[in-house]
Every structure is written in structure tokens, then in C-alpha cells.
């Protein structure tokens, strides 16, 4: 295969992850619905990290940092799938060692967006930030998810005299 197929590749699988996203957030009202999107969301979002690791790879030019953004826009997607998928409030999981691990992942992520913005010259440059933003909101939803757990025992402690 050539570089532009596997560049066009990942990033049509990174448009399509990021499409099965939004129909995930409409869907959540509906169980079931949601449980399928869910699931067919991290096939694919894992499909993709393949084949983005296979990009970088085998993408000897400045489209590599195409690929390197998408890998970073995943990865921080695999460690909440991990997460959600484990579910949190089960007794197994170190809740504080997931948001401790996300946050690194988080911060590495981010990193690797922005030496990618710098580095891609082509019409490509907007990936990295648009995947930035995405994965910002993400963790704007795990900053305050975060926050309630650590909170709700004082605060139920508060009310419930």
C-alpha cells in the first residue's frame, strides 16, 4: 500500500470514530441503543489506533504526524473506554490509579497534538486540533465526575447529618 491510501485510511477511520461518537452522546437516553453504539464505537476507535500505529509506521514524510495525531486522540479514548467498559463503581477497580492514568495519558496526548500541529504542513493541519478539543471536553467531563466522587462522601456526610 502507499502512503497517501494509509494516510486517507486513518484519517476516514478517525472521521468515522469521531461521527460514532456523536451518535453515542444522542443516544444515551436509550439503553440499549446506546450499549451497541458503545461497543460498535470502541471496535472501531480500536480498528483505527491499529491502523494509525500501522501509519506511523509505515508514512515516511510529515503525513506521519497525521498518523501520530490520531494515535494521541485514541489513546486518551481507549484509557475512558477501559474505564467504562470495567465500570467504575465495581469493587476491582482503583478509581483513583484509572483518573491518575487518564490525566498522564491526557497530558502526553496533548503534547503529541501540538508537536503535530507544528509539524503537519498540508491541509491536514486542523486534525490535530479539532482531536485536542474533543479530547479537552472528555476530560472536562472527567474532571467533574472526578470531583463529585471525591466530594460525594463529605457532601452526603453534610446532608445526612
Not at 56 to 62: A, H, K, Q, R
Not at 110 to 122: D, G, L, N, Q, Y
Given at each position: ?6 494516510l ?28 451497541v453504539f ?7 476507535g ?13 508514512i ?10 490520531i494515535v ?11 474505564g ?5 463503581d ?47 471536553l472528555i ?21 445526612n447529618?
Amino acid at each position: 500500500m502507499n502512503e497517501d491510501l494509509i494516510l486517507k485510511i486513518n484519517i476516514w477511520g478517525a472521521i468515522v470514530f469521531v461521527l460514532f461518537l456523536f451518535l453515542d452522546i444522542i443516544l444515551i437516553g436509550t439503553e440499549t441503543a446506546f450499549n451497541v453504539f458503545a461497543l460498535l464505537t470502541a471496535i472501531i476507535g480500536l480498528i483505527v489506533l491499529i491502523s494509525a500505529v500501522v501509519g506511523t509506521v509505515l508514512i515516511i514524510n510529515e503525513d506521519k504526524w497525521v498518523a501520530i495525531s490520531i494515535v494521541a486522540f485514541l489513546s486518551v479514548w481507549v484509557m475512558f473506554s477501559i474505564g467504562y467498559i470495567l465500570g467504575f463503581d465495581e469493587p476491582f477497580m482503583n478509581y483513583r490509579s484509572f483518573f491518575i492514568t487518564y490525566y498522564i495519558i491526557f497530558v502526553v496526548s496533548a503534547v503529541f497534538m501540538r508537536i503535530a500541529f507544528k509539524k503537519i504542513i498540508t491541509v491536514f493541519k486542523i486534525l490535530p486540533g479539532v482531536f485536542l478539543f474533543i479530547n479537552a471536553l472528555i476530560t472536562l467531563y472527567i474532571v467533574f465526575m472526578h470531583m463529585w466522587w471525591v466530594l460525594s462522601p463529605g457532601v452526603s456526610e453534610v446532608f445526612n447529618g
